[in-house]
C-alpha cells in the first residue's frame, strides 16, 4: 500500500529530516521524492510504501501533522488511491 506525502512552507533547515525520520521510525519506505524551494518556500512530495508501517495509518498522519506544526510546515498524508482520484479530470 503507497501513499502521497506532502510538505509545503517556509524553506529552513532540517524539514528532509524531520519527516523521514517520522516515516523510519514507523517503518515506511521512501519510494521517490522531489522537491523545490521557490523563492523561499519549499515544497516537496513523497511517495511512500507503507506496506510494512509498525503503525495505524491515522497514527501516522498524527504523528506528520504534529512534526509539522513543530516546525512550521503544512504536512499531510493521503493514500495514492484517494490522492490519484482527487487530481483526475
Same mark, same amino acid.
Not at 508501517?53 to 504534529?66: I, W
Not at 512550521?72 to 493521503?78: D, F, T
Given at each position: 500500500? %503507497? #501513499?502521497?506525502?506532502?510538505?509545503?512552507? @517556509?524553506? %529552513?533547515?532540517?524539514?528532509?529530516? *524531520?519527516?523521514?525520520?517520522?516515516? #523510519?521510525? *514507523?517503518?515506511? *519506505?521512501?519510494? &521517490?521524492?522531489?522537491?523545490?524551494?521557490?523563492? &523561499?518556500? =519549499?515544497?516537496?512530495?513523497?511517495?511512500? &510504501?507503507?506496506?510494512?508501517?509498525?503503525? &495505524? =495509518?491515522?497514527?501516522? @498522519? *498524527? #504523528?506528520?501533522?504534529?512534526?509539522?506544526?513543530?516546525?512550521?510546515?503544512?504536512? %499531510?498524508?493521503?493514500?495514492?488511491?484517494?490522492?490519484?482520484?482527487?487530481?483526475?479530470?
Amino acid at each position: 500500500m %503507497r #501513499a502521497v506525502v506532502t510538505v509545503i512552507g @517556509k524553506d %529552513r533547515t532540517g524539514i528532509i529530516y *524531520n519527516v523521514s525520520k517520522i516515516l #523510519a521510525e *514507523n517503518e515506511v *519506505n521512501i519510494e &521517490d521524492i522531489s522537491q523545490t524551494v521557490m523563492h &523561499d518556500f =519549499f515544497t516537496m512530495i513523497m511517495l511512500v &510504501d507503507m506496506s510494512n508501517m509498525s503503525v &495505524d =495509518f491515522n497514527v501516522l @498522519k *498524527n #504523528a506528520l501533522e504534529t512534526v509539522g506544526e513543530d516546525i512550521g510546515m503544512s504536512i %499531510r498524508i493521503q493514500h495514492e488511491d484517494l490522492f490519484n482520484a482527487m487530481h483526475t479530470i
